[in-house]
């Protein structure tokens, strides 16, 4: 199985990423580091224990991160529920994360790994900006990092940034310029793996705990602002088509192209700038002198194969 450490903000999506990844015999979830986004750090890291416990997988080690992004204040965002996942009334965890931060866990389990380990962040970056920084050797065992992040087209924290990208901008320039490689499944594919409100009733009704969670997590409508109708109704797979995408790559399309993150301040911060022009020329890819990241960009998804997958793998 392919080596994977998740690094999650738990948060609805991210749960059901984790039920994946647990799940799934190709896949090898060799560690979670939680940071905060989708609520405070602490929640973050209740939750992804009370998950991984209802999953079934009570031993995989789960750290504790950065309580705020490099630059900005602390501020969560109340897009899944009060407790940053879905208000369900989900027991407390009956266990704590390991006495080790985030970053240590991060370079430890990678160096420790026999095989290079595929990091799939689905949150804001600043764990993984903050391990590239102390422990750039990492990237010597580091096969890929595929990152649910960004946007070519429409945003949601803003007109033109996703809320990953946008809570701690300076930390994902730092991914997309460590020269590892990196997959950018963004908001364009994001929003399209939707599981119909059939199998979401089919889930909740099972009597296995890790299912019924899946259910109960995809009947949660995320309350972002400003996304298209279709991606406020139920049943989004979310963070969790990242996973599927490194488990069955090919039911992504991909390009490799330029992108570079709006620092500025103002109403472009936090934007991924994915320059899709045909042709491009060496000039252009490092654009006013700048070295821009040539990243895998998901241009396209196959939304029916990944909720196929999803489904097969956690509802057992
Ligand atoms: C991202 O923001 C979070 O709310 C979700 O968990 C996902 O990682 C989407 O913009
Ligand atoms: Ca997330």
Same mark, same amino acid.
Not at 143 to 146: D, L, N
């Given at each position: 199985?392919?080596?994977v ?14 039920l994946?990844?647990?799940r ?6 060799r560690?979670?580091t ?9 929640g /973050?890291?209740?939750?992804? &224990? %009370?998950v991984l416990e ?7 080690? +789960?750290? !504790?991160?950065? #309580?705020r992004?490099?630059?900005e ?9 009060a ?11 009956a266990?704590t994360?390991?006495?080790v931060?985030?970053?240590t ?7 420790a790994?026999?095989?290079p380990v595929?990091? /799939?962040p689905t949150?804001? &970056? %600043? ?8 422990h750039?050797? +990492?990237? !010597?065992?580091i #096969?890929?990092?595929?990152f ?6 429409i945003?949601n ?5 996703e809320f ?6 300076e ?10 490689p ?6 364009d ?6 599981v119909?409100?059939?199998e979401?009733?089919?889930l ?19 309350a972002?602002?400003?996304?298209p109708?279709?991606a406020?109704e ?5 963070d969790?088509g990242?996973?599927?995408a ?7 399309t ?7 993150v ?16 045909p ?5 252009e ?7 821009r ?7 396209e998804?196959?939304a ?12 057992r």
């Open positions: 199985p392919i080596p450490i998740i690094d999650c903000d738990t948060g609805v999506d991210d749960a059901l990423a984790l994946f990844a647990v799934h015999p190709g896949l090898d979830l560690a979670v939680c940071v905060a986004g989708n609520t405070d750090v602490d /973050v890291v209740r939750n992804t &224990l %009370t209802q999953a079934g997988a009570p031993d995989i080690p +789960v750290a !504790r991160g950065a #309580e992004p490099l630059l204040p602390a501020r969560s965002a109340p897009v899944h529920g407790d940053g996942m879905g208000d369900l009334g989900l027991p407390a965890p266990r994360p390991v006495d931060d985030a970053v866990l991060l370079h430890r389990e990678i160096l790994s026999p095989r595929t990091l /799939v949150a804001p &970056l %600043t764990n993984i900006a903050l391990l590239l920084r102390t750039p050797e +990492v990237t !010597r065992n #096969e890929r990092i595929v649910m992040g960004g946007a070519v087209g945003g924290a803003t007109p033109v940034a990953n990208v946008w809570h701690d901008p930390a994902a320039a730092i991914l997309l310029t460590a020269g590892v990196v997959t950018m499944y963004g908001l594919v994001f929003r399209q793996v939707v119909d409100a059939a979401v009733h089919r909740r009704a099972s009597a296995e705990p890790g299912t019924r969670l899946a259910g109960e997590l995809l009947a949660h409508r995320p972002h602002q400003g996304e109708p279709e406020e139920a049943g989004g797979l979310g969790a990242a996973v599927c490194v488990a069955d790559p090919a039911g992504l991909t390009g490799l192209l330029p992108v570079e709006s620092l500025a301040p103002g109403p472009t911060r936090g934007q991924t700038v994915v320059d899709r022009r042709r491009l020329g060496e000039s890819i490092h654009e006013g002198g700048r070295e990241a040539l990243v895998d960009v998901a241009l998804v196959d029916a194969r990944y909720v196929r997958l999803y489904l097969e793998t956690v509802a």
